[in-house]
């Protein structure tokens, strides 16, 4: 039911539907056999239960006709027999709950032949108390051992900072972070948290210590308050408001109709993408880790939402150490520094002004994006000022005219009314312009 919205979009019901209805023969094919087989063995049973019961009464009768037993052991016999029958059908119940249990017990003994790959060495100690520094060195990783995702990463945060991670996509950004909360284990080199080896520390206090705010957050299907004390269920209602208000989303919430009780739907299908991220923020704020992974955390979010979060998120990465990963990369221009990944390598590593003095990989991302931002920049100012115009030619229609002559005279200011004058700007770009802050 989850990706009913995928079967829409793709014209598929009827395939569907026949899917279905090929598990539901399958289904009648199965309990068919089954019926078959538990009703043979009721008839079995009934019949050799009769044919026992009639031949010892012809027993009975012709041993009392001969004078050899008498009319009451007739009546014991029959009365045994009765009572004999009872347990006799229990048994026949008794094998279908069997079958039933076994099956079921089968697919329980499939989910125990599963050995977790990550599990904690032995004799492993806690980490107590947390600085935040992190450094990996020379890790490497796959998860195919065909592709490699990791090919010896190096770099290092000290505690309280900021490292952004940018790059292609597939770049290995998000595995970066799933090594670090050891959802998986390395395949060379090391990790090491506050000098401590990540495989040398319980995986539980690890995780204590780190908060994620992941690409795609996923809600249980309960209410919003349930999914926001999961990061803390002894928080204080009080507590859960204000970390929603720190992420820009209480107002929000109140505004559903059954408020902080509203329930979120599979996977947190009634939310929107921004209101699910800022969910995610909210009860990351909540558990108050020392480290904070956020990956692509304001993605879903318009520029001015962006903005609150960005400020709440800088307020929350305080004294915390942040490893950030982002795809537009005005959010990250004040990071301590920003490690460019590429063929999972750390292709360039350095502050914004340090990666641009480069005139590497960073560079290149960086004047492609700032050109496509002036230019929707450009078209939104000529889009404005085309709209103004008609509002204008559409209240006074010599007012326009006169706009018009004016355009036609080589008017600097005119020229973007138009549609050629708008695509004129979008691409007047060229890749020697200067760089610097959008
Ligand atoms: N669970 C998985 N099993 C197998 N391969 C995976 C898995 N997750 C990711 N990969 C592969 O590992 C590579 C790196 O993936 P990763 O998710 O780290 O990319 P990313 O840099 O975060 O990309 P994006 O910016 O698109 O999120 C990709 O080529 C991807 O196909
Ligand atoms: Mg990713």
């Given at each position: 039911?989850?990706?009913?919205?995928?079967?829409?979009?793709?014209?598929?019901?009827?395939?569907?539907?026949?899917?279905?209805?090929?598990?539901?023969?399958?289904?009648?094919?199965?309990?068919?056999?089954?019926?078959?087989?538990?009703?043979?063995?009721?008839?079995?049973?009934?019949?050799?239960?009769?044919?026992?019961?009639?031949?010892?009464?012809?027993?009975?009768?012709?041993?009392?006709?001969?004078?050899?037993?008498?009319?009451?052991?007739?009546?014991?016999?029959?009365?045994?027999?009765?009572?004999?029958?009872?347990?006799?059908?229990?048994?026949?119940?008794?094998?279908?709950?069997?079958?039933?249990?076994?099956?079921?017990?089968?697919?329980?003994?499939?989910?125990?032949?599963?050995?977790?790959?990550?599990?904690?060495?032995?004799?492993?100690?806690?980490?107590?108390?947390?600085?935040?520094?992190?450094?990996?060195?020379?890790?490497k990783f796959s998860y195919d051992p065909r592709k490699p995702a990791l090919n010896?990463?190096?770099?290092?945060?000290?505690?309280?900072?900021?490292?952004?991670?940018?790059?292609?996509?597939?770049?290995?950004?998000?595995t970066?972070?799933?090594?670090?909360?050891?959802?998986y284990?390395?395949g060379?080199?090391?990790?090491?948290?506050?000098?401590?080896?990540?495989?040398?520390?319980?995986?539980?206090?690890?995780?204590?210590?780190?908060?994620?705010?992941?690409?795609?957050?996923?809600?249980?299907?309960?209410?919003?308050?349930?999914?926001?004390?999961?990061?803390?269920?002894?928080?204080?209602?009080?507590?859960?408001?204000?970390?929603?208000?720190?992420?820009?989303?209480?107002?929000?919430?109140?505004?559903?109709?059954?408020?902080?009780?509203?329930?979120?739907?599979?996977?947190?299908?009634?939310?929107?993408?921004?209101?699910?991220?800022?969910?995610?923020?909210?009860?990351?704020?909540?558990?108050?880790?020392?480290?904070?992974?956020?990956?692509?955390?304001?993605?879903?979010?318009?520029?001015?939402?962006?903005?609150?979060?960005?400020?709440?998120?800088?307020?929350?990465?305080?004294?915390?150490?942040?490893?950030?990963?982002?795809?537009?990369?005005?959010?990250?221009?004040?990071?301590?520094?920003?490690?460019?990944?590429?063929?999972g390598?750390?292709?360039?590593?350095?502050?914004?002004?340090?990666?641009?003095?480069?005139?590497?990989?960073?560079?290149?991302?960086?004047?492609?994006?700032?050109?496509?931002?002036?230019?929707?920049?450009?078209?939104?100012?000529?889009?404005?000022?085309?709209?103004?115009?008609?509002?204008?030619?559409?209240?006074?229609?010599?007012?326009?005219?006169?706009?018009?002559?004016?355009?036609?005279?080589?008017?600097?200011?005119?020229?973007?009314?138009?549609?050629?004058?708008?695509?004129?700007?979008?691409?007047?770009?060229?890749?020697?312009?200067?760089?610097?802050?959008?």
């Open positions: 039911m989850t990706s009913y919205e995928t079967v829409k979009y793709f014209n598929a019901e009827q395939y569907e539907f026949d899917r279905y209805r090929g598990a539901v023969r399958n289904f009648q094919r199965a309990e068919y056999s089954l019926m078959l087989s538990l009703n043979l063995m009721n008839v079995t049973q009934n019949m050799c239960f009769t044919i026992g019961l009639m031949a010892s009464c012809f027993l009975a009768a012709f041993q009392i006709s001969i004078g050899q037993r008498d009319v009451g052991q007739f009546v014991a016999l029959l009365t045994y027999m009765a009572q004999l029958q009872g347990p006799l059908n229990f048994f026949g119940t008794f094998y279908r709950t069997i079958q039933s249990s076994m099956i079921n017990s089968e697919r329980m003994l499939e989910l125990f032949k599963e050995q977790p790959t990550v599990l904690d060495r032995p004799n492993v100690e806690r980490l107590p108390s947390c600085q935040g520094d992190i450094r990996f060195s020379d890790v010896g990463i190096d770099f290092h945060c000290a505690p309280g900072t900021t490292t952004a991670l940018v790059g292609e996509s597939g770049g290995g950004k998000s970066v972070f799933r090594l670090l909360f050891r959802f284990n390395i060379g080199g090391s990790i090491q948290i506050d000098g401590h080896d990540v495989e040398d520390i319980t995986i539980d206090s690890l995780r204590r210590h780190i908060g994620v705010v992941p690409q795609d957050t996923v809600l249980f299907n309960e209410t919003i308050m349930y999914n926001l004390r999961y990061a803390k269920p002894e928080a204080a209602d009080e507590e859960v408001y204000e970390a929603c208000r720190a992420a820009s989303i209480h107002d929000k919430i109140l505004d559903f109709p059954d408020g902080y009780e509203s329930r979120v739907g599979e996977r947190g299908l009634k939310l929107s993408g921004g209101e699910k991220q800022r969910v995610a923020i909210a009860r990351t704020i909540l558990k108050d880790p020392r480290i904070i992974l956020l990956d692509e955390a304001t993605a879903a979010l318009d520029t001015e939402t962006e903005q609150h979060i960005q400020t709440a998120l800088d307020k929350l990465s305080q004294g915390r150490t942040s490893l950030v990963i982002a795809h537009r990369l005005s959010t990250v221009t004040t990071a301590d520094q920003i490690l460019v990944l590429h063929a390598k750390v292709a360039e590593c350095g502050t914004h002004e340090e990666l641009l003095a480069l005139n590497g990989r960073y560079t290149n991302m960086w004047r492609k994006q700032i050109r496509a931002q002036r230019a929707a920049e450009h078209a939104k100012a000529a889009t404005d000022r085309l709209t103004q115009v008609r509002d204008e030619a559409g209240g006074d229609e010599s007012a326009s005219q006169s706009e018009d002559e004016r355009n036609a005279g080589g008017n600097q200011r005119g020229r973007p009314l138009s549609n050629s004058g708008l695509q004129t700007s979008t691409t007047r770009f060229r890749d020697d312009m200067p760089l610097g802050h959008p």
